[in-house]
């Protein structure tokens, strides 16, 4: 809660305490599970209320441009870019929160299949019965996996075994049993329960993604704003990225 004084004709000051703030947060999926962990922090200390609406790439560049406002996103550093090249962003205030690569998944008690090499992730993708990602035009994970099976010359095996979900855990199917093989970024296997990460893609396959916080212009809480962007950015939110799947940005 935060406080102020006011002074009383008889000369006494004494805390009252102000209207709480309210945060608004358009975010990128990948940032889920440290973001709300850090925005309940951010609500304990302070009494402000941080509200966040998650979207995949695809479903907040459409938001953005359709005119939907908030006081903070969170985006990838490209994104940022042309976000802030379009005036949609408040010069100087963007942050660096994290990095994180795509992963594969299987169900927590299957064996682990071999994704050591360019070529071992390709034969275990023809071997596998069935695969689930995020729809390549929906997510920045399976936009980038789409190029990496044209890449490996298997894109029309994946296609005839694989299920394209719009957003959020893509691998929850993985831990029901129901598909075989899942591969999203990583932040965003580990928090589900059922399923084991069998490692990151093959380094020479693999896609590092930046996400970066910033105030949007025209919002209405601009300087709470600024304090929870410093939240996210102090050692407790490094800490908190890093523990989820991030790797600190450099």
């Not at 995949?56 to 976000?83: F, N, P, S």
């Not at 949609?88 to 299957?110: C, D, F, H, W």
């Not at 994970?141 to 299920?163: C, D, N, P, T, Y």
Request: some cysteine; hydrophobic content about 45%; aromatic content about 4%.
């Amino acid at each position: 809660m935060r406080w102020r004084t006011f002074a009383f004709s008889l000369g006494c000051l004494v805390p009252l305490p102000t209207v709480a703030a309210e945060i608004s947060v358009l975010s990128a999926g990948a940032v889920d599970v440290p973001l709300s962990s850090l925005a309940e922090s951010y609500q304990r200390e302070t009494g402000d209320k941080v509200e966040v609406k998650l979207n995949t790439m695809g479903g907040l560049r459409q938001k953005v441009a359709a005119g939907e406002r908030a006081d903070i996103v969170i985006v990838t550093a490209k994104a940022m870019e042309e976000l802030e090249t379009l005036g949609s962003i408040v010069p100087g205030s963007t942050v660096l929160l994290g990095e994180v690569g795509i992963g594969v998944a299987v169900r927590e008690n299957a064996p682990l299949p071999d994704i050591s090499t360019a070529e071992a992730f390709k034969q275990t993708l023809l071997k596998a019965k069935s695969i689930v990602l995020v729809n390549p035009t929906k997510g920045t994970s399976g936009k980038h996996l789409a190029g990496v099976f044209e890449r490996l010359g298997i894109a029309e095996a994946v296609k005839q075994k694989a299920v394209l979900a719009d957003g959020g855990h893509a691998v929850e199917p993985v831990a029901r049993g129901e598909i075989e093989l899942g591969m999203q970024q990583i932040s965003e296997i580990l928090p589900v329960k059922g399923v084991k990460l069998v490692g990151p893609l093959p380094a020479e396959l693999q896609k590092i993604t930046t996400y970066s916080a910033a105030i949007m212009a025209g919002g209405k809480s601009q300087e709470a704003a600024t304090a929870f962007i410093h939240h996210l950015a102090s050692n407790e939110g490094r800490a908190t990225f890093v523990a989820k799947g991030f790797v600190a940005p450099r």
